[in-house]
Nanobody, 115 residues
Framework: QVQLVESGGGLVQPGGSLRLSCAAS????????MAWYRQAPGKSREWVAQ???????NYEESMKARFTISRDNAKNTVYLQMNSLKLEDTAVYYC?????????WGQGTQVTVSS
């Protein structure tokens, strides 16, 4: 079993930055990739970015210029650096780990962008 715990969400003004973290624990098999998703009020969950345990990254095109995903394999932690935040970035951000076809999810962390 794998547990994912997100942190780092909060309230930020437009144009500000936040860094989300997601710590994974338990039986983490390799290879795997970790990803961030988000779900805004009244909308479906959308994929933000992903990173393999080898460090290969992929981003949703509209967020690529502002968001950076990274990971520390020694700490089993993935990060999402979010810059130049916009009102429309307000959402619950979820961490996801996939290994051998099994999906694991964190509980989510709220990011609110508001003036």
């Amino acid at each position: 079993q794998v547990q994912l715990v997100e942190s780092g969400g909060g309230l930020v003004q437009p144009g500000g930055s936040l860094r989300l973290s997601c710590a994974a624990s338990g039986s983490i098999a390799s290879p795997n990739y970790m990803a961030w998703y988000r779900q805004a009020p009244g909308k479906s969950r959308e994929w933000v970015a992903q990173i393999s345990d080898g460090g290969n990254t992929n981003y949703e095109e509209s967020m690529k210029a502002r968001f950076t995903i990274s990971r520390d394999n020694a700490k089993n932690t993935v990060y999402l650096q979010m810059n130049s935040l916009k009102l429309e970035d307000t959402a619950v951000y979820y961490c996801n780990l996939v290994s051998y076809g099994t999906d694991y999810w964190g509980q989510g962390t709220q990011v609110t962008v508001s003036s």
